[in-house]
């Protein structure tokens, strides 16, 4: 395939999506010296990692660390995910101060979360991997809907997916989520930790109130007990991953019918729940190759 081919192909792949990552954003990398194992000076992109204070309200709730973009869907989206916000509140304004390192989310009325805070605790999970111990109580009588999930569909997805130019690709040490519905990707999102990635997909859906009833969500990430909470109180019926489970987060999905999909790297895939919701609807034989160059490695953080 000359240049030119490969220009059109990725044009028309980008096309696809309604937000795709965006690694030529020098604001997001830093250019470091370095030297390799065989002597060589050289100089690589690496990630650049930025505080941010979210506010809710007159209240300080947590500083994350982050890529720094998209910081109202990550604000937004935390808070949502976290419990902190329901869909009776009214949002009246986010407001981000790129000086102060801080985003503010008012509604219309304010509420008071000290003894919420008392109950935090550190997960498993990196940069924010804070949740509140009462999360769980936000799954009672959750019951996700029953949708039907194609092989075809994923495998086309792990192709599209990582042949899109982005900061993994660019400098690494980072994490995707990409918001699809079958076999086209929607919004993509990247950020040092998975549960930065997965808030600012939660923030972007509570923004433009996007039904997700017929969706998947793919993740770098570990299956954890936190991302499928979180895959499950948006409301998202498909949870696929490149990477593991854990006990905890297979249990929860299968409690709440989520179809959970991981290990899925090249032509190989296991489903540990929604098997009755899966149709293998393509030989993998036939499944698009994953070129090497554009492989992405599972990660364990």
């Not at 000290?114 to 959750?142: H, I, N, P, W, Y």
Request: aromatic share 6%.
């Amino acid at each position: 395939m000359t240049k030119v081919d490969d220009g059109l192909e990725l044009a028309s792949l980008l096309d696809e999506y309604l937000i795709a990552p965006n690694p030529e954003n020098a604001r997001l990398t830093r250019a470091v010296e370095g030297v390799d194992h065989s002597g060589m000076v050289t100089q690589i992109s690496v990630v650049e990692e930025r505080p941010l204070t979210i506010y809710l309200n007159r209240q300080e709730i947590v500083t994350a660390m982050t890529i720094g973009d998209y910081p109202d869907y990550l604000a937004l989206g935390f808070l949502r995910n976290q419990g902190m916000l329901h869909d009776s509140d009214v949002i009246t304004a986010i407001d981000y101060d790129e000086e102060l390192e801080t985003v503010v989310v008012r509604t219309e009325v304010e509420t008071s979360y000290e003894e919420k805070l008392q109950k935090k605790t550190r997960t498993s999970g990196c940069a924010v991997g804070t949740v509140f111990g009462d999360m769980m109580e936000g799954l009672e009588g959750v019951r996700l809907p029953e949708v039907e999930v194609r092989s075809s569909w994923l495998y086309a997805l792990a192709h599209k997916i990582n042949r899109t130019p982005s900061l993994y690709l660019e400098a690494g040490a980072i994490h995707g989520t990409i918001l699809c519905q079958q076999d086209r990707p929607l919004v993509y999102m990247e950020d040092v930790g998975r549960h930065n990635a997965v808030d600012k997909i939660a923030g972007w859906i509570q923004s433009t109130g996007t039904d997700v009833s017929d969706k998947i969500l793919y993740t770098t990430g570990r299956l954890t007990s936190e991302m499928v909470i979180k895959t499950a109180m948006m409301g998202i019926p498909v949870l696929v991953s490149r990477s593991g489970f854990t006990a905890w987060g297979v249990e929860i999905a299968r409690e709440v019918g989520l179809t959970l999909i991981g290990r899925m790297r090249g032509k190989r895939f296991i489903c540990l729940s929604g098997e009755d919701r899966l149709l293998r609807d393509i030989d993998p034989k036939n499944a698009p190759e994953e070129h090497k160059k554009h492989r992405r490695k599972s990660s364990d953080g």
